[in-house]
């Protein structure tokens, strides 16, 4: 089979790899050169996934670190719920540019061909089939076209309306960040909690993050609408204020990053088409972590085609509907508590730190604490302003039913079935829309 993989995304090289290693002529393009490749940040991931994904048995050296215990911030700096790690489950993070190497270099070893410096305009369709991949270079003919061209990848945004796919995120469902590692000053301690996230920063719409590391501090600032330079800098000066060991000079980062945050497409797949990683939305909406879930999308929509050895919607319904079963359908419940967040004010944020409304249990389990003990014990808490409390419960309910829906997706690619399988999920999503 003659596969097309559009962006050198996570999830696309790992099915790129295990795609040719089972015989198939697999072509990727990217607009970037290879040396551009990977944000010159740091993500936490399950690393096992990564060697599973390229077949390698280590990482590279000097790659990755340990990450420090976690406090999330309330607005008015008052309220931190503290998050503290064992050895057994302390965070690892790895710098970005070594995952993406160790993607495209198995790609490359498994017989993956590239194309780099090579725009993607738009899928080539022929009688409801995508057929093709148009480029800056010419078109490209295909049996398959694995989308993992981002966010805003330009070959899901082009499909025919006919096809169901959701085109374009809503307000919300993306986070504009930028993310810059500051020089840390010399001999400066680092604090016993090193790794604060500051939800409703600044009373705006979104979070941000200050980690003191022995060598720099990573500020990260993310906002649900684009941020000017200016705002920018008057965000890192709050953080110097109250930081005051770092300098202007940057070591790593001072880039942007388009993240998504939000639960993932319903549908993903038509006749010679699939989305994985971010052009699928494959993240955790609470904190936009996704090289887990898009490896993992990656090597099951593989596993499909190789096993069905077929491009067809019917064939590769079965990687869709086995995503959301066993991966999508968890993170969609963090979607509810998160879009709730974005909803309420700085005031009714600080009252639900407070009141221990929200607890470490929510930050960290993505929304899974559900339970009628914890939620009664919210009620008696929350009562107090009720209209913060139920705005939280209603979001986390929410959350639990677009979790319920996306698991049990339709057994058969019945488009009629999925058309009211996708407004099921619709009607519990939370919807941004304060400004």
Request: net charge positive; with cysteine; hydrophobic share 40%.
């Amino acid at each position: 089979m003659k596969i097309i993989v559009a962006g050198a995304g996570h999830g696309g090289l790992a099915a790129a790899i295990a795609l040719s290693k089972n015989g198939h002529d697999v072509t990727v393009f990217e607009k970037k050169k290879r040396e551009e490749l990977g944000h010159d940040w740091e993500d936490r991931f399950t690393f096992q996934n990564l060697l599973k994904a390229t077949g390698k048995e280590t990482l590279p050296e000097n790659s990755w670190r340990f990450r420090g215990d976690c406090a999330f911030v309330s607005p008015n700096y008052k309220t931190k719920v503290v998050i503290n790690y064992t050895d057994e489950n302390r965070q690892k993070i790895m710098w970005r540019k070594p995952v993406i190497n160790m993607l495209v270099s198995s790609a490359e070893e498994s017989g993956v061909k590239f194309f780099f410096e090579t725009e993607v305009k738009k899928a080539v369709v022929s009688n409801g089939c995508v057929s093709g991949l148009e480029t800056d270079k010419g078109i490209f003919s295909s049996d398959l076209v694995i989308d993992a061209a981002g966010v805003f990848s330009p070959v899901r945004m082009n499909l025919p309306a006919a096809f169901g796919i959701e085109k374009e995120p809503k307000r919300g469902d993306v986070f504009y960040a930028r993310r810059t590692y500051f020089e840390k000053t010399d001999g400066e301690k680092i604090p016993d909690v090193p790794f604060e996230i500051y939800l409703c920063h600044n009373r705006e719409q979104g979070l941000s993050w200050c980690s003191t590391n022995i060598d720099s501090v990573d500020v990260l600032l993310g906002r649900i609408d684009p941020m000017s330079e200016e705002k920018i800098e008057n965000l890192t000066s709050l953080f110097r204020k109250s930081h005051p060991y770092f300098s202007n000079k940057i070591v790593h980062g001072g880039t942007d990053g388009i993240i998504p945050v939000r639960r993932p497409l319903s549908l993903m797949v038509a006749d010679g088409y699939a989305a994985v990683g971010d052009s699928a939305f494959m993240t955790t909406p609470m904190n936009g972590m996704g090289i887990d879930l898009s490896l993992l999308g990656g090597m099951l929509l593989a596993k499909t085609v190789n096993e069905k050895n077929s491009a067809s919607a019917n064939a590769l319904w079965e990687y869709n509907r086995s995503f959301h079963s066993l991966y999508g359908g968890d993170t969609a419940k963090n979607e509810g508590l998160k879009n709730s967040l974005l909803e309420i004010d700085g005031e009714g944020v600080d009252f639900l730190f407070e009141s221990r409304v929200i607890q470490a249990s929510d930050l960290s389990g993505a929304g899974k604490n559900t339970s009628l003990g914890n939620l009664l014990g919210k009620f008696f808490r929350g009562m107090k302003k009720p209209q913060y409390f139920f705005a939280i419960l209603s979001g986390l309910m929410k959350g639990a039913k677009v979790s319920k829906a996306l698991k049990n997706a339709p057994k058969e690619f019945d488009r009629e079935k999925i058309m009211k399988w996708q407004q099921k999920v619709l009607e519990n999503v939370v919807k941004v829309e304060r400004k």
